[in-house]
């Protein structure tokens, strides 16, 4: 699947591509209670690029420059915006 080919609401994603950049990680407050660390990527391939937010240990796995396979991502819009989330059932790996 392509970037371009990705909309809102979709699931079982799966894409490959580069990680171009990586927002410093932020702290967020969990509506289970809690916290988690999270940080926004841009991830891109030929076709556009689109915001993957990783979580915690996702944060680590990768960094700017890395290729990447998002394997049964989903998709939302948040603020208007379409972004690629891996969420507990999917995985990131570098390529």
């Known amino acids: ?3 371009t080919d990705l909309k809102p609401g979709m699931r079982g994603v799966s894409v ?3 990680i171009e950049s990586i927002t410093e990680p932020r702290t967020v407050n969990l ?3 809690g916290t988690a ?3 926004d990527a841009i991830i891109s391939d030929e076709t556009g690029q689109i915001k993957l937010s990783l ?6 796995l990768v960094k700017q420059g890395d290729s990447v ?3 049964n991502g989903y998709t939302q819009a948040f603020r208007g915006e379409n972004s690629l989330n ?3 059932y999917g995985k990131i790996k570098r390529l």
Not at 55 to 60: R, V
């Open 1 to 3: 699947m392509k970037i």
């Open 16 to 18: 490959d591509g580069k």
């Open 31 to 33: 509506r289970t209670g």
């Open 37 to 39: 660390q999270v940080a």
């Open 55 to 60: 979580w915690d240990d996702q944060i680590n």
């Open 69 to 71: 396979s998002i394997e």
């Open 86 to 88: 891996i969420g507990r």
